[in-house]
Nanobody
Framework: QAQLVESGGGLVQAGGSLTLSCTAS????????MGWYRQAPGKERELVAC????????????YYEDSKKGRFNISRDNAKRLVYLQMNSLKPEDTAVYYC????????????????WGQGTQVTVSS
């Protein structure tokens, strides 16, 4: 059964760091671009970043500068079927439930491949 399981969230003070992990079943992970989404309270779920099976990274425009500053870094371990999102210098506005999914890229747009999302992992950043 295709499955996505996120972990690593928690309560952290502003300025702190967290590394989120996502494990996916082989049918979801193998050969696919994987991405991290987040859904803040009262907002739509949005893509943060994705990474191809070969390690090429893409950050959504609003998070690109964060990635250059080292605030967000997406990575993956293909052997273990894990994808990570390292988050540094966390801000209260990073508070959200974070999800992963396989991604389909189509003419500059990115879509989640699987309808059955995992439970997500809650990140809460206190000021």
């Amino acid at each position: 059964q295709a499955q996505l399981v996120e972990s690593g969230g928690g309560l952290v003070q502003a300025g702190g760091s967290l590394t989120l992990s996502c494990t996916a079943s082989r049918s979801i992970f193998s050969g696919n671009t994987m991405g991290w989404y987040r859904q803040a309270p009262g907002k739509e779920r949005e893509l943060v970043a994705c990474i191809t099976s070969g390690g090429l990274k893409y950050y959504v425009d609003k998070y690109y500068e964060d990635s250059k500053k080292g605030r967000f870094n997406i990575s993956r371990d293909n052997a273990k079927r894990l994808v990570y999102l390292q988050m540094n210098s966390l801000k209260p506005e990073d508070t959200a439930v974070y999800y992963c999914n396989a991604i389909k890229a189509d003419r500059g747009s990115y879509y989640p491949l699987f309808d059955d999302w995992g439970q997500g992992t809650q990140v809460t950043v206190s000021s």
